[in-house]
């Protein structure tokens, strides 16, 4: 059984004298926390809705545009970390909530960013008046819709398919739920949700460009950060700009990866599920540096005990759960019916208002050609995600199986998965309309350029964590070829492959309001499908048919997920397992 509280140097006593390496870190550390409390403070200051905020295209002012960008998305990304935990734990363990909650999140990952912020950003304004902090909460708001999702949707995944003899080690051993959690499900969990945070930070500068530049009440807001840099470089037409905003970019993707990511995947090995040495440990210097270091051993291992003897604060105690449990399931089973039958009138008055809606407001002869439009979109979807599949997992594999390959590969993936699609608009264009290329074919690869890589992140995140003795075991059987694909790979990489698959296809959802209508000044060029009539839409102001639109790519996304995989899912959990 393993924990995540646990820390291996927490039972060797350490001397609190500082070594070379704690003077070596510390100017790393106090550099860190001053650089983020300084953009931290330039998130607060007096601001009123109309005031221009000036954006220059200085390739001087780009290091502190990173410094706002990366804390705004760290902040969201802290925020998706929680929601995941508690999402997934709820929704993997009570069967009612589950129902509710999974096509709850089918529906949010379907719903466009600029959905959201169009709701949001009001709110966030109204609750910090004359501040600039309600703008720079709406922006995380947005960037954390670009990350929560696939997060969740791994945690839960995790949680499901934890191996039968783990859990019953778990009751052997009398955890609670809560102590089931913390010391079993989360540290199964973590490597799938460490890859999928890293996805998400790239997710998050994917649609950098729609959070950061926010319209409100006919005003354009552009907060100081790379994403606006970006949209001026664009209306601009300064290729120059364009290529600095790049450079900042994957200048802010290698520092993070350096910084944070690797630590954490180099941490994250010990709650690998085998008994063997790993032959796939991730090396940090970091990391290295810190377990040398003195300070921060003691800081450390004070820290665990500390969360630990917290957390334990909540567990049940042993005694008392015969007595409780079944009081507690039976008030629960009661309740449920109450609350399937609130959710059934709920969905009955909601079809009712969405039928007088159709009627009054759009006619049905509209809702047929969003339909067909959707069914469109919905084909370019499934065949995208399946070349990308086909592509792309026998690379995750490959990679996930060497961590030398994996360590060098990880920070230009991610920064190939935070490419915003809006910077291949002009090469696009200009190919397109050179060529005379029919936009209903070639735009499509845009869709699914972003969010391939939630496939690949997912499957190398499943391969690393094969047992070696698995792996050694099917080399001594003589396994080769597609009889190991078949038998070892394939099973071991399924329910990753489908975490990465559906947020994939959510994510090409979203990504075609930007692909079926690609602009780059006065070249227009329109695909048909759903996307691009969300998009004209939206530019004329007609907020029926943008409604229409929006709640049309949700049923989709929900009937995609509910029929096709959904029942994926349920073969993972159930044989794959």
């Given at each position: 059984m393993f924990?995540?509280?646990?820390?291996?140097s927490?039972a060797?006593s350490?001397?609190?004298?500082?070594?070379?390496?704690?003077?070596?870190?510390l100017?790393?550390?106090?550099?860190?926390?001053?650089?983020?409390?300084?953009?931290?403070?330039?998130m607060?200051?007096?601001f009123?809705?109309?005031?221009?905020?000036?954006?220059?295209l200085?390739p001087a002012?780009?290091?502190?545009?990173?410094?706002r960008t990366i804390?705004?998305m760290?902040?969201?990304?802290f925020?998706?970390?929680?929601?995941?935990l508690?999402f997934?734990?709820?929704?993997?363990?009570?069967?009612?909530a589950?129902?509710?909650?999974?096509?709850?999140l089918?529906?949010?990952?379907?719903?466009?960013?600029?959905?959201f912020?169009?709701?949001a950003?009001?709110p966030?304004?109204?609750?910090?008046?004359?501040n600039?902090?309600g703008?720079?909460?709406?922006?995380?708001f947005?960037?954390?819709?670009s990350q929560?999702?696939?997060?969740?949707f791994s945690v839960?995944?995790?949680?499901?398919?934890v191996?039968?003899?783990?859990?019953?080690?778990?009751?052997?051993f009398?955890?609670?739920?809560?102590q089931?959690?913390?010391r079993?499900?989360?540290?199964?969990?973590?490597?799938?949700?460490?890859w999928?945070?890293?996805?998400?930070?790239s997710g998050?500068?994917?649609?950098?460009?729609?959070?950061e530049?926010?319209a409100?009440?006919g005003?354009?807001?552009?907060l100081?950060?790379?994403?606006s840099?970006?949209?001026v470089?664009?209306?601009?037409r300064?290729?120059?700009?364009?290529?600095?905003a790049?450079?900042?970019?994957?200048?802010?993707?290698?520092?993070?990866?350096?910084?944070?990511?690797?630590?954490?995947?180099?941490w994250?090995?010990k709650?690998?599920?085998?008994?063997?040495?790993?032959?796939t440990?991730?090396?940090?210097?970091l990391?290295d540096?810190?377990?040398n270091s003195?300070?921060?051993?003691?800081?450390g291992?004070?820290?665990?005990?500390?969360l630990?003897r917290s957390?334990?604060?909540?567990?049940?105690?042993l005694?008392?759960q015969?007595?409780?449990k079944?009081?507690?399931?039976?008030?629960?089973q009661?309740?449920?019916?109450w609350?399937?039958?609130?959710i059934?009138?709920?969905?009955l008055?909601?079809?009712?208002r969405?039928t007088?809606f159709?009627?009054?407001?759009?006619?049905w002869?509209?809702?047929?050609?969003?339909?067909?439009l959707?069914?469109?979109t919905l084909?370019r979807v499934?065949?995208?995600?399946?070349?990308?599949?086909l592509?792309?997992?026998?690379?995750?594999?490959?990679?996930?199986?060497?961590?030398?390959?994996?360590?060098?590969?990880?920070?230009?993936?991610?920064?190939?998965?935070?490419?915003?699609?809006?910077?291949?608009f002009?090469?696009?264009?200009?190919?397109?309309?050179?060529?005379d290329?029919?936009?209903?074919?070639?735009?499509?690869p845009?869709?699914?350029?972003?969010?391939q890589?939630?496939?690949?992140?997912?499957?190398v995140?499943g391969?690393?964590?094969?047992p070696?003795?698995?792996?050694l075991?099917?080399?001594n059987?003589g396994?080769k070829?597609?009889?190991?694909?078949?038998?070892?790979?394939?099973?071991?990489?399924?329910?990753s492959?489908i975490?990465?698959?559906?947020t994939?296809?959510?994510?090409s959802?979203?990504?075609?309001?930007?692909?079926?209508?690609?602009?780059?000044?006065k070249?227009?060029?329109?695909a048909?499908?759903?996307?691009s009539?969300?998009?004209?839409?939206?530019?004329?102001?007609?907020?029926?048919?943008?409604?229409?639109g929006?709640?049309?790519?949700c049923?989709f996304?929900?009937?995609?997920?509910?029929?096709?995989w959904?029942?994926?899912?349920?073969?993972?959990?159930?044989?794959?397992?």
């Amino acid at each position: 059984m393993f924990s995540v509280f646990q820390n291996p140097s927490s039972a060797t006593s350490v001397s609190a004298k500082p070594n070379c390496w704690d003077w070596a870190l510390l100017p790393v550390v106090l550099a860190v926390l001053s650089l983020f409390a300084y953009a931290a403070m330039q998130m607060s200051r007096p601001f009123a809705v109309g005031e221009t905020l000036a954006v220059s295209l200085d390739p001087a002012v780009l290091p502190y545009y990173l410094l706002r960008t990366i804390l705004r998305m760290f902040t969201a990304l802290f925020l998706s970390l929680v929601f995941s935990l508690v999402f997934a734990a709820i929704a993997a363990r009570f069967r009612l909530a589950e129902r509710i909650m999974i096509p709850l999140l089918d529906i949010l990952q379907s719903v466009p960013i600029l959905g959201f912020q169009a709701i949001a950003i009001a709110p966030f304004i109204a609750l910090f008046p004359g501040n600039l902090l309600g703008v720079e909460c709406a922006a995380v708001f947005a960037i954390f819709t670009s990350q929560a999702w696939n997060m969740a949707f791994s945690v839960y995944q995790s949680i499901r398919t934890v191996p039968s003899e783990l859990q019953e080690a778990a009751r052997v051993f009398r955890l609670s739920a809560w102590q089931r959690f913390w010391r079993l499900e989360l540290p199964f969990a973590m490597p799938g949700l460490l890859w999928n945070m890293m996805m998400s930070m790239s997710g998050g500068w994917f649609f950098l460009v729609a959070a950061e530049a926010i319209a409100v009440a006919g005003q354009d807001i552009k907060l100081p950060g790379i994403g606006s840099y970006i949209a001026v470089a664009i209306e601009q037409r300064q290729i120059a700009a364009i290529l600095w905003a790049i450079f900042a970019m994957l200048s802010g993707i290698l520092l993070y990866d350096q910084l944070f990511f690797r630590p954490l995947l180099a941490w994250a090995d010990k709650f690998r599920f085998e008994e063997t040495q790993s032959e796939t440990a991730q090396k940090s210097w970091l990391l290295d540096w810190m377990r040398n270091s003195h300070w921060f051993r003691r800081a450390g291992s004070r820290f665990w005990r500390w969360l630990g003897r917290s957390l334990s604060w909540f567990a049940l105690p042993l005694e008392n759960q015969r007595s409780t449990k079944p009081a507690f399931w039976a008030r629960w089973q009661i309740s449920g019916f109450w609350i399937e039958l609130l959710i059934g009138l709920m969905m009955l008055a909601g079809l009712v208002r969405l039928t007088i809606f159709i009627h009054s407001e759009v006619g049905w002869a509209e809702v047929g050609h969003v339909a067909v439009l959707g069914s469109i979109t919905l084909v370019r979807v499934m065949v995208l995600i399946a070349i990308a599949s086909l592509v792309w997992v026998p690379v995750a594999v490959w990679i996930g199986l060497r961590p030398a390959y994996s360590q060098k590969v990880q920070a230009v993936a991610q920064f190939l998965a935070a490419f915003p699609v809006n910077f291949l608009f002009p090469g696009v264009v200009l190919v397109m309309v050179t060529l005379d290329l029919s936009p209903n074919i070639w735009l499509s690869p845009l869709m699914v350029f972003g969010t391939q890589w939630y496939i690949l992140f997912n499957v190398v995140a499943g391969a690393a964590t094969i047992p070696n003795e698995l792996r050694l075991a099917a080399d001594n059987l003589g396994l080769k070829g597609w009889l190991k694909w078949k038998r070892v790979y394939l099973p071991a990489i399924f329910p990753s492959y489908i975490t990465g698959a559906i947020t994939a296809s959510g994510g090409s959802w979203n990504a075609s309001i930007v692909a079926e209508y690609v602009t780059w000044g006065k070249t227009t060029l329109v695909a048909d499908g759903l996307g691009s009539y969300i998009k004209q839409m939206t530019e004329a102001g007609d907020f029926q048919r943008i409604a229409l639109g929006i709640g049309m790519m949700c049923i989709f996304v929900m009937l995609l997920n509910r029929f096709f995989w959904r029942r994926l899912y349920d073969l993972a959990e159930r044989h794959l397992r």
